[in-house]
């Protein structure tokens, strides 16, 4: 069986910077081909991935992760009713919950309230994030004003209830959801397999980390001889770092996730292609905003490969298990990162037999990434992006 898959390759630099850092305040690394390389976990860049959905798609294609899905699910039971009273909508809210997804809601404690700021009556939450769509919160909350208004106070523990509440959670999932996945640990029956990968980046060089010394001045004195030292001393890590950056997508998982189109005169290929299209621009395009005030280390990448596979997907970083050093003559990576990238998918490519037909769509910025031309012509970002939905879409009508 013929299958797609969306592979998405990129190298990016980004200099002085602390995107993604672990309990210590140090940005993350990793050992790779013997050396500390700079890395950027894959859940920071999933996360800003999918940030980035909310500029290009409309919020009835997406989810909300969180805890307080007994009050986010309120709002919209209000909303189809507002006589509800608020404590009421509260509690129907967390039954339908647990009906839908096995999850016991409970009340926050008076402690865990106060450190949050928080004071009064609260809406029940559960102990762990729960992904939903907006339209399943919309579907949700259609029962549970059906629930409230039958008077029934054992409405939501009905086995056949119980079954309609879980098939609203298992159908018409959102883009990220059906991307990135659920994990719902009380009932796994509604669990989404994730259509989409995501490696941790890594630098494509050794790196080490380094200390920035920081003072802060007292703007406020009353005299000039006042506090000659500095009002408050710090010290913040950082690194810079060309990374190799690489995201998959299993399309046919990610069409059997999505199901049918938002409306019922919309082509069954139209979700998809959406939704492979945002991902590849909001991946290429968005960055983790840790300590993004710091070093407003705003970057792009300047090169990116795009394939469309019929097997499995490949990941290149083996193109970096030696890690690239800089010209002595005239510095930088990138150079020769984008021609051990080149080098290594021909090669791979080559040795294994891997068909010609997969479709490769090329980005590149600059002359020093002029080396993937070898792989194909360079497109403008909107150009390519749309070449690569299209072929999306021209793939799934064959099959």
């Given at each position: 069986m013929i299958r797609t898959i969306l592979e998405v390759h990129a190298l990016q630099t980004v200099p002085p910077s602390c995107l993604n850092r672990d309990e210590t305040g140090t940005p993350k690394t990793a050992m790779y081909g013997g050396v500390r390389r700079a890395r950027v976990s894959?859940?920071?860049?999933?996360?800003?991935?999918?940030?980035?959905?909310?500029?290009?798609?409309?919020?009835?294609?997406?989810?909300?992760?969180?805890?307080?899905?007994?009050?986010?699910?309120?709002?919209?039971?209000?909303?189809?009713?507002?006589?509800i009273p608020q404590a009421d909508a509260w509690s129907i809210a967390a039954e339908t919950i647990q009906a839908a997804t096995g999850s016991k809601l409970e009340v926050p404690k008076r402690k865990e309230q106060a450190e949050r700021g928080e004071a009064g009556d609260a809406a029940p939450e559960s102990k762990y994030l729960i992904f939903l769509s907006a339209r399943q919160l919309d579907g949700l909350a259609e029962l549970a004003v059906k629930g409230y208004g039958s008077?029934?106070?054992?409405?939501?523990?009905d086995k056949a209830v119980k079954e309609q509440a879980k098939q609203i959670a298992k159908a018409r999932h959102s883009v990220d959801i059906a991307l990135f996945g659920r994990m719902i640990a009380d009932d796994t029956d509604i669990n989404v397999d994730a259509a989409a990968q995501v490696a941790h980046a890594i630098s494509v060089h050794r790196v080490d980390n380094e200390s920035d010394y920081y003072t802060a001045v007292d703007d406020y004195k009353k005299r000039k001889d006042d506090d000659k030292g500095a009002g408050m001393i710090g010290t913040v890590e950082f690194n810079s770092a060309t990374l190799y950056r690489y995201a998959a997508v299993d399309v046919d998982l990610l069409r059997r996730n999505l199901g049918k189109g938002l409306r019922d005169d919309e082509p069954v290929t139209e979700p998809v292609r959406q939704a492979v299209e945002a991902f590849v621009q909001c991946f290429l395009t968005s960055l983790p905003t840790g300590k993004i005030n710091t070093f407003g280390n705003h970057t792009l990448p300047d090169a990116v490969v795009i394939k469309l596979r019929e097997a499995r997907p490949i990941n290149l970083v083996a193109a970096f298990e030696e890690p690239c050093r800089a010209d002595p003559e005239t510095g930088g990576h990138m150079r020769q990162a984008t021609?051990?990238?080149v080098s290594y998918l021909t090669d791979i490519e080559t040795s294994?037999?891997?068909?010609?037909?997969?479709?490769?769509?090329?980005?590149?910025?600059?002359?020093?990434?002029?080396?993937?031309?070898?792989?194909?012509?360079?497109?403008?970002?909107?150009?390519?992006?749309?070449?690569?939905?299209?072929?999306?879409?021209?793939?799934?009508?064959?099959?």
């Open positions: 894959s859940q920071a860049w999933k996360r800003a991935t999918r940030q980035g959905f909310h500029t290009l798609l409309d919020p009835s294609a997406l989810g909300v992760r969180t805890r307080r899905v007994a009050e986010l699910l309120a709002e919209r039971i209000r909303k189809l009713d507002d006589s008077g029934n106070k054992a409405y939501f523990k021609e051990a990238l294994y037999g891997i068909s010609d037909s997969d479709s490769t769509w090329i980005m590149h910025v600059g002359e020093t990434t002029a080396a993937l031309t070898r792989l194909g012509d360079s497109l403008p970002m909107p150009e390519l992006i749309a070449a690569v939905g299209a072929e999306v879409v021209r793939r799934q009508e064959q099959a």
